[in-house]
């Protein structure tokens, strides 16, 4: 059989990779101006990490996990990275070091899930996690954050849904409330819930399952059910999106796949990107209980991250294009060797290039040269490289001349900066150094 990519894990190739790096980049500025640092955790961790943080009824970890033992430890590729992250907050005892920690990543996940668009197996996100802050003022700046970084990269329509599940008494509350509300119609529920329905009857209401979502849409809401002190930070969060400027759409039915989350739970969904059912651009909350789980003080925290797949269907496919600065075409053994060093010196001064080594005739060289975009167009033939030049082809203006071959990396380069200039085009664009 042909060897393929394991099914829903995708190959991105280098003009999609533009893209990406479109986001990434504007996701990594916008992240640091906001004052996170970027974390990079291991892509394996230890499989009791994932199973005890984000809870053992979930999907995630009855049936998505791709794990494995090796050397007698059971190990996992990472479903999600808060659990990672809180490890290692806890693992180099950073509370310790500074109050409030801000951490943003970027990375593969994996999850075993049945593929489809904008649903994979592998699978890119990016996210923050924020540690040492009790809220509601960082919920609030965090869900503005987003916001803000949708809108910068495009994204033309999204709603922000958010809820709260309390802290663990409420929550203890509302499960026995929820308990009550399913008993009735256990039976009819699906075999999933009808299994979770004593350990995790909010799992049900997270079920995509017609005989579940009927059975739900009546169930108690959790927002009657908040103590005074979850009802005080529910309200400050609201308030402080109101200050922000930030619409919202209040969903009690929110209750998000992961069981780690405490008080503010918020996903954000678009609303104009053709995505079915895999409409959650992204997702997040608060899990104050986390960091002590893993042994580590009582500190708070709260976190979110998106889908890099979903935003670049939610995003406008914006030109952006690799350009070339110098394209050097030699086109005989002694312009090869002189278009080799020139290149060096090019690319020493910032200018990209790239030699071909083909060995070609110079009409295929040139119609390389054009469908990259290069700039300029440098023939190095026997003729030019005996007189001590180089022919430059201006490929944009479609103009020709000779550069002496001394000293013609800084004319090019020379060259470039004033194309830029005249262009409007910025010199890192004409230069090719984007
Ligand atoms: P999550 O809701 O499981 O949350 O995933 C967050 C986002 O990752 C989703 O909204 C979606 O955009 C993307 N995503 C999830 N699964 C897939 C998949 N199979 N294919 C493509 N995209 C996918 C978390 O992962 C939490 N760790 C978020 C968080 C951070 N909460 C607190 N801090």
Redesign the pocket.
């Known amino acids: 059989m042909e060897l393929r990519a394991v099914r829903g894990m995708n190959d991105i190739l280098p003009e999609e990779a533009l893209r990406w790096h479109y986001l990434e980049s504007t996701f990594r500025s916008h992240a640091e101006l906001h004052g996170y640092g970027e974390v990079r955790t291991p892509i394996l961790e230890h499989t009791s990490l994932f199973t005890r943080q984000i809870g053992e009824t979930t999907d995630v970890v009855e049936k998505e996990m791709y794990s494995f033992e090796r050397h007698s430890d059971n190990l996992t590729l990472r479903p ?3 659990a990672g992250a809180a490890r290692a907050y806890v693992e180099h005892g950073i509370n310790a070091k500074e109050p409030v920690s801000r951490w943003y990543y970027l990375g593969p996940m994996f ?1 075993a ?1 049945r593929p489809a668009k ?4 592998q ?1 890119y ?1 990016a ?1 923050c ?1 924020h540690f040492g802050d009790p809220g509601p003022l960082c919920d609030a700046e965090m869900i503005d954050f987003i916001a803000a970084y949708l809108r910068k990269i495009g994204v033309s329509g999204f709603a922000v849904h958010v809820n709260s599940l309390g802290s663990a008494g409420t929550r203890e509350r509302y499960r026995a409330a929820l308990v009550e509300h399913f008993a009735p119609v256990r039976s009819t529920l699906s075999e999933d819930s009808q299994r979770r329905f004593e350990k995790n009857p909010l799992r049900i209401l997270d079920s995509k399952d017609p005989r579940d979502r009927e059975a739900s849409a009546s169930a108690p809401s959790i927002l009657d059910m908040l103590d005074d002190a979850d009802a005080a930070h529910w309200k400050g969060l609201l308030r402080y999106l109101d200050v922000l400027g930030v619409p919202v759409v209040i969903d009690p039915t929110l209750v ?3 069981d780690y989350y405490t008080r503010t739970l918020f996903e954000i969904r678009a609303t104009d990107a053709d995505l079915g059912a895999q409409s ?6 608060r ?1 104050d209980n986390m960091v002590e789980g893993l042994g580590g003080p009582k500190v708070p925290a709260i ?5 890099l ?2 935003l670049l269907v939610s995003t406008p496919a914006s030109p952006v294009t690799r350009s070339l600065g110098c394209y050097l075409a030699p086109l005989a053994d002694i312009g090869a060797d002189k278009a080799l060093v020139l290149a060096r010196e090019l690319r020493a001064l910032g200018v990209t290039a790239e030699v071909d080594g083909r060995g070609g005739r110079l009409k295929a060289m040139l119609r390389r040269a054009d469908s990259l975009g290069a700039h300029l167009c440098v023939l190095l033939g026997d003729t030019e490289i005996a007189r001590g030049v180089v022919t430059v082809k201006n490929l944009r203006a479609h103009t020709q001349d000779e550069l002496p071959l001394e000293g013609a990396a800084r004319a090019l380069c020379d060259r470039i900066a004033a194309i830029a200039g005249s262009t409007g085009t910025d010199n890192d664009e004409a230069r090719g150094a984007r």
């Not at 904008?118 to 197996?121: A, C, E, M, T």
């Not at 959650?280 to 909350?285: D, N, S, V």
């Open positions: 999600e990275g808060t999850r899930e904008g649903r994979y197996r699978f996100q996210g996690e998000r796949g992961l959650a651009l992204l997702g997040g909350g899990y976190g979110f991250a998106m889908g797949e979903r």
